[in-house]
């Protein structure tokens, strides 16, 4: 099992005149730890749950451009872009480019999005629930075929490209990975079973009943179960390492490969470090 580091608090005490030397130190302890990935929310304003609308918050994928030139070895990714937020043909680009510039590290973090509030604050587009996963669907089927030799027309229902070229490629070969967000069992989890390489789930009492889920979609459309990556979005927590391992066990046990989660009082770079050393070791033998 791998972990990987969620950013979604940019508050820190030293400010925003301090943020980009605080995100460099962020990122660089994660890596030295042994964090595989690093990602960021796809947000304009922060979520209720991490803290008020009014903090901090940066856009995503000048974030992740600017971590590519402050690392090396992890793996970068929206955890997930709003498939609303962005022209599909021009996130395949972003992707993309992204990917050129790490070397071959960036993923399509991506979902259908939910954040109504800011999307009516910021004059962002966000139709109904229905129509978002029809465009969602519609966007990875442009992603994948900017990503493959057909630079031909798309001709969607709601996306209409007359010539999906795109130079550079990717460096990532096919392509860089797709992993969808969301856990919900008629249209997520078949997208996922039908399109990506791995899926979100959040840590809970359903879990379980997910990925068998998944595995039914797999079975479905002929997609072998194995091939998708099973990741769980939860709290790394290193107060106590010992029970944080055996968590993380059960997670294993299921069928878990990859943790992303937040790491409290991140900016300190000393939890990171405890996780480095107690907790990231153990894990890779599950």
């Known amino acids: 099992m791998k972990l990987g580091l969620h950013i979604a608090d940019f508050t820190y005490p030293n400010g925003p ?7 460099t130190r962020i990122a660089v302890a994660a890596e030295e730890a042994g964090f595989a990935r690093v990602s960021v929310m796809d947000h304009v304003w922060q979520i209720r749950p991490v803290g008020p609308i009014e903090n901090d918050m940066l856009e995503a994928y000048t974030t992740l451009g600017y971590l590519a030139a402050r690392t090396s070895k992890v793996e970068l ?3 997930v872009t709003g498939v609303t937020y962005r022209e599909p043909g021009l996130l395949a680009k972003i992707v993309t480019t992204l990917d050129v510039l790490s070397k071959g590290r960036a993923w399509l973090g991506i979902g259908a999005a939910w954040n109504q509030e800011e999307a009516e604050g910021l004059g962002l587009f966000f139709p109904p629930t229905a129509e978002r996963f029809a465009r969602l669907e519609e966007t990875l089927q442009i992603c994948l075929q900017m990503w493959s030799d057909d630079d031909g027309p798309y001709e969607g229902k709601y996306y209409r490209l007359g010539r999906t070229m795109n130079h550079p490629q990717a460096l990532t070969k096919p392509h860089p990975p797709i992993l969808i967000g969301g856990g919900g069992e008629k249209k997520t989890l ?21 990925l068998d889920v998944l595995r039914r979609h797999c079975d ?25 391992v055996e968590q993380l066990r059960g997670y294993a046990a299921l069928g878990v490969q990859h943790i992303q989660g937040m790491v409290p009082n991140v900016a300190d770079i000393e939890p990171l470090r405890v996780l480095g050393r107690e907790v990231i070791p153990a894990a890779a033998e599950f």
């Not at 078949?190 to 997910?210: I, S, T």
């Open 190 to 210: 078949r997208l996922v079973a039908q399109y990506a390489q791995a899926c979100n789930l959040f840590a809970g009492p359903e879990l379980e009943h997910k």
């Open 220 to 244: 479905d459309v002929g997609r072998n179960y194995d091939d998708i990556e099973k990741t769980v979005m939860g709290p790394l927590d290193p107060s106590d390492p010992p029970a944080l």
């Open 77 to 79: 990714l929206t955890w």
């Open 17 to 23: 005149t301090a943020l980009a030397d605080d995100l």
